[in-house]
């Protein structure tokens, strides 16, 4: 892997970049699509590189549960299963053990749970995910398993969860290190410490001192104040090495990419674009726009018209409402097509004004339009999607 900083932006950290993973180049900062379950809902793979997507996310934990490595492995890696040629970043699934699985039980040797599916007993180790990812799904970058934690815990539990992720992080290195493939994919760690600042630092100096290819911010955008989120976000990215890629996991809306990016982010990823668009409810440069709302019913004009994405091409406002109102498949599959269009296009300007140097202008214009009074409605402290 080689990633490659090619400018800061003059009035903030927001840094435009260059990743190169084993399945191509990848220019940051870079919006990846959620596709837990080795599919990017509604998307298809054509679809995803009309896009210029050429990064998306798959879940060892779901992988794991169905269809079960020994599909993925038959099917020759995840790529193959998935008739994806493009990079793929899996998630371990640390965070749908603690937001899904039942009667899960955590201690140093690992994870033990009964699946949410069918309720078979599973147990997990650093070491077994780290497996599965590099070995069975032949991912590219490869997230280890970890401790997620949402706010109100105590201190101590916020010391322990942090500790323990550290712990299984360096597991997981060593079990990475180990493993003679040929395309091995890279292994990013990450920073845990909820919302204290000195385990963020504990953390991050943990995680550094491993010096691994990447490194991820956890627990943030977990249900927690804007302000918050703001304050973390900044202090995070800050505490983490330079010269490496920052992936912020689970943010998804206009305002918290945007913060992120500022604040010298190169990755995040969420569910809330494509399972708010199946939802009905697209982005547009004025603000969030419901669908099914009845003032679209004879709207002929697109969702967005300076959009290039299918459905603004060809179809209506009232077109789509009446395909949301009439429960036709197509409606999600246009309605996905377009966030996933809109997110790309506001990522690919915020990248241009970073090289130009003129983010923070950017920013203010792209926010004083779009209007999200209160950014703190994004949905990534659901679960993932199932
Ligand atoms: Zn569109």
């Known amino acids: ?14 840094r435009a970049g260059s990743l190169s993973l084993n399945h191509g180049t990848v220019e940051t900062p870079c ?16 679809d995803l590189e009309d896009l210029g997507v050429r990064l998306i996310l798959g879940n060892a934990y779901h992988l794991l549960l169905r269809p079960g490595p020994d599909v993925i492995r038959a099917a020759g890696g995840l790529h193959r299963f998935m008739g994806w040629p493009h990079n793929l970043l899996t998630d371990s699934g640390g965070y749908q053990v603690f937001s899904l699985a039942r009667l ?25 995910v780290i497996d599965l990812e590099a070995i069975v799904y032949g991912s590219d970058v490869l997230m280890p398993l970890d401790v997620c934690t949402a706010p109100g815990i105590t201190r101590g539990e916020a010391e322990e969860a942090l500790e323990l992720t550290t712990r299984w992080l360096a597991r997981s290195r ?12 890279d292994l990013f760690g990450i920073m845990q410490g909820n ?8 953390s991050a100096a943990g995680i550094a001192a491993l010096d691994l290819p990447g490194y991820a911010i956890g627990g943030l955008s977990v249900g927690e104040e804007f302000a918050v989120f703001r304050e973390f976000t900044h202090l995070s990215a800050g505490l983490l090495p330079a010269g490496k890629p920052r992936y912020l996991m689970g943010i998804g ?26 939802n009905a409810l697209v982005f ?34 009232a077109y789509l409402r009446h395909l949301f109102k009439a429960k036709e498949i197509l409606a999600a599959m246009l309605a996905t097509r377009h966030n996933l269009a809109f997110l790309a296009a506001m990522v690919s300007g915020a990248r241009s004004a970073i090289l130009e140097g003129r983010f923070t202008a950017f920013k203010r214009a792209f926010l004083s339009r779009y209007g999200e009074r209160q950014p703190g ?3 990534g402290a659901e679960p993932a999607e199932i």
């Not at 080689?2 to 903030?12: I, N």
């Not at 060593?174 to 994919?185: H, L, M, T, V, Y």
């Not at 990419?257 to 668009?277: N, W």
């Not at 709207?299 to 959009?307: K, L, Q, T, V, W």
Request: with cysteine; hydrophobic share 35%; proline share 7%.
């Open 1 to 14: 892997m080689a990633f490659t900083v090619t400018a800061v932006d003059r009035g903030s950290a927001a």
């Open 31 to 46: 919006f990846m699509p959620v596709g837990t379950n080795a599919t990017v809902k509604a998307m298809s793979v054509g």
């Open 104 to 128: 899960r039980r955590v201690e140093e040797g690992g994870v033990s749970f009964r699946s949410h599916l069918d309720g078979s007993s599973r147990h997990l180790t650093p070491e077994d």
């Open 174 to 185: 060593d079990r990475w290190r180990s493993i003679e493939a040929p395309q091995k994919g």
């Open 195 to 202: 919302f204290h600042r000195d385990l963020r630092e504990r």
């Open 253 to 278: 809306t206009p305002a918290y990419v945007l913060e992120a990016v500022e604040a010298g982010i190169d990755l995040f990823d969420c569910v809330f674009p494509t399972r708010t668009a199946r």
């Open 284 to 317: 547009t440069p004025d603000g969030p726009l419901n669908l099914r709302l009845e003032a679209n019913r004879e709207d002929f004009g697109p969702i967005d018209p300076s959009c290039r994405c299918t459905a603004c091409r060809a179809h209506s406002r």
């Open 377 to 379: 409605s994004q949905s």
